[in-house]
């Protein structure tokens, strides 16, 4: 008859118990710095994001400011032009500079597309503040939209002016958004002003502008909540 050692078997098991807890240590701790970095990563991630959106709302708020402006011109000249008003000279050349703006939107999307590049969209884990962002990055398309518009009417307006007018441009004015091109007043008065094309121009970059100014502050509101929503998940839990 076999006889087992208590000893010897007691032995066997507690190696075998050291193996087992020794392989769950290393995989918990091995884990442990997977999380680690990996929550490292995503607040890496979202600290420049965060960043390249503020840059965005502060592009936009400076287009939106601009934007406004040019509506006000564009409805001034308007009346002016139908004789519903009389504009001072000093006035018809800042105001005819001002119906001649369109801005760019040079977007910062080096963050997001690097993540979609490299599969990292996951980092985000907040499914709903993933596609609130996804969805704001897709409007940024529509900046490009407009902006082609925007040039194309400014050049319709301006092509008037100079056609009625004399043109001069004042380079070093363009840091206070002052009279960048300034067309004679007088000119203006006697050979624009009445003319139904120009109006109707004036009419349409109206729409324009405050298609734009609309576009902006809308913008501007879904950085302001993706940026708290940001700011949110960066706080310990």
């Not at 999380?35 to 995503?42: G, I, L, N, R």
């Not at 503040?129 to 518009?149: G, P, Q, V, W």
């Not at 203006?188 to 324009?208: A, C, H, P």
């Amino acid at each position: 008859m076999e006889v087992h050692n208590p000893k010897f078997v007691r032995r066997f098991i507690e190696e075998i118990l050291v193996v087992v807890i020794g392989i769950s240590l290393a995989v918990t701790a091995e884990r442990i710095v997977q999380t680690f970095q990996q929550q490292k990563e995503e607040k890496g991630v979202i600290s420049r994001m965060t960043q390249e959106l503020r840059r965005d709302s502060i592009d936009l708020a400076y287009n939106l400011k601009h934007h406004q402006l040019a509506l006000v011109a564009d409805s001034l000249l308007s009346r002016w032009s139908k004789g519903e008003i009389e504009l001072a000279p000093d006035s018809l050349k800042i105001y005819t500079s001002r119906s001649l703006i369109f801005t760019f939107f040079a977007s910062s999307t080096t963050e997001i597309e690097a993540l979609k590049g490299a599969g990292k969209l996951y980092l985000i884990e907040d499914p709903e503040l993933l596609s609130n962002i996804l969805k704001h990055y897709n409007r940024y398309a529509d900046f490009k939209i407009s902006t082609d518009l925007g040039m194309q009417m400014s050049q319709q307006i301006i092509e008037l002016y100079k056609a009625n007018s004399t043109l001069k441009t004042n380079i070093v004015s363009i840091q206070n958004q002052s009279k960048v091109y300034e067309f004679d007043p007088q000119e203006l008065e006697k050979n624009l002003r009445g003319n139904r094309g120009y109006e109707n121009l004036l009419q349409e970059k109206r729409v324009y502008d405050a298609f734009v100014v609309g576009q902006a502050r809308q913008a501007i509101t879904r950085l302001n909540a993706i940026t708290a929503a940001l700011a949110e998940n960066q706080k310990p839990a």
